[in-house]
């Protein structure tokens, strides 16, 4: 077959599926192409003593109690991704609008920021993406990103994973945060001199089962890392366990997510280091983490739903205390044009500190592509 007449042929095959937002091209042979993605715009306004983020995490934004009301526009979360297929095989490929750079002066430029960028060969998927410790599913479905983010598992980097009947089995790139480096990019050729921690030599083994059936679906997963900081003499196994999944109510659902261990970087991004000063004896520890995250989701009708969702984190040797809890009602206005509103409150209530919080409202209107 002439390459002009395939390209004809997908041009003329161009579908667009709502429930997966995804343009598909086929290519022929077994092979085709999709583009998929959305363009979100969120208004945000947050009044308290948290300082404001666009998104709440798991830090403690400014770090001290700082007085605020501030009203913040922004179109971040945003994002375009395309997936080749070719018979077995399929490579995907997404950015958003996390990158940084820019300011709110003149032109409000961000630079695209990768999120994924994995091959998958039948049961195998080698590349970027999210941690297979994670379950998706238990997300709640929020206008803050990711909702109680300072109370989940959150984080995608590169990995090697095989997956089997409902079995998972991964390895994936180390990184001990809080030895000193940051596992940041020193120039165009990526990590290079002591940007690269040395002692970083064995991979983050990940498992993990996913019970599934009409009803949902529930994971138990596990992880053992190396935690090595030569300096501080710490040479130790961690270890951290999660539950998690989503239970079908009907056209309600129930959403949860239990973290316990030595997990780190792993869960509440920016939470905790996994490697900490005692604040009373000044020795290098591993810190230790427990979190839960709860979510209800309502369908009122087939075009407007509501969730609300509640998510806790406490840490051991910094006796870290923080919450994150929202409620909103989303609306399909169309096939591709979803709006809401979000209502919500991120506390921070560490030990040996004044505990503070800020209660936020939050306009999004999301149009999937």
Known sequence: ??????????????????????????????????????????????DGDVAYQDVWLGNAPSGTPTDTQKLGFNIRESRFNTKY???????????????????????????????????????????????????LSSLPESLDFAGPTVAIAFA????????????????????????????????????????????????????????????????????????DQGDAGIDETATAFLIGGKIMLGADDFRFQ????????????????DIVADPVSGDMKVEKTNTVAVAYRHVWNQDLRSSIYYGTAETDVLERERSHWGINLIKDIDDHLTGGIELGNFEVADKGTTSVDSNYLQMSLKFTF
């Open 258 to 273: 239990i973290n316990t261990g030595e997990p780190g970087r792993y869960v509440g991004p920016a939470l905790t280091a």
């Open 85 to 135: 297929t070719h018979k077995d095989v399929s490579a995907f490929l997404e950015f958003d609008l996390y990158g940084g750079g820019g300011n709110e002066v003149v032109s409000n430029s961000t630079n695209p920021r990768i999120r994924h960028a994995f091959i998958k060969y039948k049961n195998l998927l080698v590349g970027q993406t999210w941690t297979t410790f994670m379950n």
């Open 1 to 46: 077959m002439k390459k002009p007449l395939i390209l004809a042929t997908a041009i003329g095959m161009l579908s667009a599926t709502p429930a997966m937002a995804v343009y598909e091209f086929q290519l022929g042979d077994g092979n085709k192409i999709t583009f998929g993605g959305y363009l979100k715009a969120d208004l945000r306004y947050v």
């Open 156 to 227: 995608r980097q590169s990995q090697i994973r095989y997956s089997v009947n409902g079995f998972e089995f991964a390895i994936e790139n180390p990184e001990t945060n809080g030895d000193g480096d940051i596992g940041a990019s020193s120039s165009g050729i990526g990590l290079s001199g002591t940007n690269g921690d040395l002692e970083e030599n064995t991979p983050d083994l990940v498992a993990k089962y996913t019970f599934k059936g009409d009803w949902g679906n529930v994971s138990a997963a596990a992880m053992i890392r190396k935690i």
